[in-house]
């Protein structure tokens, strides 16, 4: 990448990403000025253009009580005329290299395609965030709450959001800074940020996106289901409906619907904090990683502690089963991400 300024890069991924998203020029303009930088970026070129390309966001994983630094592969894409050639598979196996030399232990995507989730467990991911939509109609809700569309920039509302988001078990976080590029996008779709308040302090938030159809409320948060309920009833007022769609966790009963994919970059640190947060698990697995060879080795899970062991003692674990044995329990969740 060294071959080419900085303006000719950020327009040769650009001119990349309009050939293969259906992603509207507003769109593109707002990912280009907000979300793309240099230093995040990971591409392979080819005659002086770049042909396959993602973007690493930053973000933080809640789960077993701490939070792991997630890189997050945004616009995962490659060249038309130079798919089935391997190109992605090698950006992908370059990008892991790159997350572990950084220390970043976990990594998560959101497949564009449903046929994707396949082609990339090829890789390592496991598909483990899951969500679902909940219809919800007009209905009483707390008269005690004004609700008023957020309009200036407000550290309590940010505030607010961010710890109730960190109130979720296995949770992706976003920072300030992303919570403004959230707010971009959501005015760019024509959508609202409502916020409830009792007294001047904030009680619940809603982000609402009008469609034909429905009110689509990507995410909402409220002390008491009263509060949210007047968040919905608002909403649809807003937007002359009867009813929301409103995105929801899936609680460990639920089937849910498959969104976004986790992949473990470093196994001896995550290993380290599930032993510490788990210590009951007792378990041992020879773990096997086609791009990371750091992460070939055996393992035991015991009384809190994960030590090396013999590699005919433990179990042959895939990097993506391992990810499903950690977390398919946790039901991990993510919202706001401008997939």
């Known amino acids: 990448m060294h071959e080419m300024t900085s303006a000719d890069l950020k327009s040769s991924v650009r001119h990349l990403w309009e050939l293969c998203f259906r992603d509207t020029p507003e769109f593109i303009d707002l990912y280009f000025r907000l979300r793309y930088r240099d230093a995040l970026n990971e591409a392979i070129l080819r005659d002086g253009q770049v042909v396959s390309a993602l973007q690493l966001i930053p973000y933080e994983l809640q789960t077993w009580g701490a939070r792991l630094p997630l890189a997050y592969l945004s616009g995962v894409c490659t060249h038309p005329q130079a798919r089935r050639q391997g190109l992605m598979r090698r950006l992908l196996r370059q990008t892991h290299r790159r997350l572990y030399a950084e220390g970043c232990p976990v990594s998560s995507l959101i497949p564009a395609e449903p046929w994707l989730f396949d082609c990339y467990a090829t890789s ?15 209905a009483p809700g707390d008269d005690t709450v004004t609700v008023s569309e ?4 407000s550290r309590d509302v940010y505030a607010y959001f961010s710890r109730k988001m960190a109130e979720r078990p296995c949770c992706v976080l ?12 959501l005015y760019l779709s024509e959508g609202s940020l409502w916020v409830a308040r009792r007294d001047g302090t904030v009680t619940g938030l809603a982000f609402c996106v009008p469609t034909p159809d429905v009110c689509r409320i990507g995410e909402c ?12 009833n608002r909403a649809c007022e807003h937007t002359f409906m009867q009813e929301t769609e409103c995105l929801h966790p899936v609680a460990p009963d639920e089937a849910g619907r498959p969104l976004g994919m986790l992949r473990i970059i470093r196994v001896a640190d995550v290993l380290a904090l599930h032993a510490r947060t788990h210590p009951d698990t007792e378990a041992c697995w020879r773990i096997s990683d086609p791009d990371i060879p750091e992460n070939n080795v055996c393992v035991r899970l015991s009384q809190g502690t994960a030590t090396p062991a013999a590699p005919d003692e433990g179990i ?13 329990d946790e039901r991990p969740y993510m919202s706001l991400m401008l997939n």
């Open 174 to 185: 976003h920072s300030e800074e992303d919570f403004g590029v959230v707010l971009a996008d």
């Open 124 to 138: 390592g991911y496991a598909p483990l965030f899951v969500y679902d939509w909940r219809r919800l109609s007009i």
């Open 150 to 153: 957020y309009r200036e920039d």
């Open 221 to 232: 948060l409220a002390d008491t289901p009263a509060v949210a309920r007047t968040l919905v």
């Open 316 to 328: 042959p674990t895939g990097i993506g089963e391992l990810a499903a044995r950690l977390w398919s």
